[in-house]
Nanobody, 124 residues
Framework: VQLQASGGGLVQAGGSLRLSCAAS????????MAWFRQAPGKEREFVAG????????SYIDSVKGRFTVSRDDAANTVYLQMSSLKPEDTAVYYC??????????????????WGQGTQVTVSS
């Protein structure tokens, strides 16, 4: 599976962005998909994830109520809708996939497939 993330950019605080992650190489139906982010000088952290069925989602506390993860298996794409953006959301955002059944893990080592990252910059 190859993942291609897009949709990042520069936005003012309070604004919105929608990130997309397109999968190719094989269908990702049934794969658990997640978004991570990495700010300068910090470790990569889990942001949000969606189960293979699409029925379960998981978010870190700092983005709950502001970010929404969704998937379109027909389009082999997962999305991260980000609203009410804050300067602390500034980071490179990565999408990741895992084919193993077992919830929505938050550890980077649990994901075998990664996209190249897209920069999100939120100005104050």
């Amino acid at each position: 599976v190859q993942l291609q993330a897009s949709g990042g950019g520069l936005v003012q605080a309070g604004g919105s962005l929608r990130l997309s992650c397109a999968a190719s190489g094989r269908t990702f139906s049934g794969f658990c998909m997640a978004w991570f982010r990495q700010a300068p000088g910090k470790e990569r952290e889990f942001v949000a994830g969606i189960s293979g069925s699409g029925l379960l989602t998981s978010y870190i506390d700092s983005v709950k109520g502001r970010f929404t993860v969704s998937r379109d298996d027909a389009a082999n794409t997962v999305y991260l809708q980000m609203s009410s953006l804050k300067p602390e959301d500034t980071a490179v955002y990565y999408c990741a996939a895992r084919s193993t059944y077992g919830g929505i893990p938050r550890e980077t080592a649990q994901y075998a497939y990664w996209g190249q990252g897209t920069q999100v910059t939120v100005s104050s």
